[in-house]
């Protein structure tokens, strides 16, 4: 009796360290697989970024030459979008909150806890479906 409760007790030490182990490996699995997703977005933004920058830098040189032609002269046209450029960057500054800081937030946690809800909606769909088994069981009684 005591030699197989010594065999009981070495099983389960066993296998809680096998599930440390793989609970271990699916953490780390996880993390990259989020990490992953996180540079792969942090990349695309900065293309976008980079992209971006060029074409207002291309559209910048074009309207204020425009608007040099217009006023007769380049410098009043390049003030203007100067000037335009500051209030921008005004506004920006002055609403960071909503225009970047949040936006940036929310992408974070729908990364992060993507697989958290979808794991927490799965497990309620399953304790719903069990709950209508048992009153289908209980009424056919």
Not at 23 to 40: A, C, M, Q, R, W
Not at 105 to 132: G, S, T, W
Request: aromatic fraction near 12%.
């Amino acid at each position: 009796m005591r030699n197989q409760e010594f065999n009981s007790t070495d099983e389960i030490i066993y296998v809680f360290k096998k599930f440390v182990k793989l609970k271990l490996k699916y953490l780390k699995l996880d993390v990259l697989e989020k990490s992953t997703i996180l540079l792969g977005q942090i990349f695309l933004v900065l293309i976008a970024i980079i992209l971006g920058c060029f074409a207002l830098l291309s559209l910048s040189f074009a309207f204020a030459y425009l608007l040099g032609n217009i006023l007769g002269s380049f410098v009043y046209g390049f003030l203007i979008i100067t000037l335009f450029f500051l209030l921008i960057i005004f506004i920006i500054t002055k609403w960071k909150d909503a225009i970047i800081i949040n936006p940036i937030l929310r992408m974070l946690e729908n990364i992060i806890m993507k697989e958290e809800d979808e794991l927490e909606e799965k497990e309620a769909e399953e304790q719903i479906k069990k709950e209508k088994d048992e009153t289908a069981i209980t009424h056919l009684s």
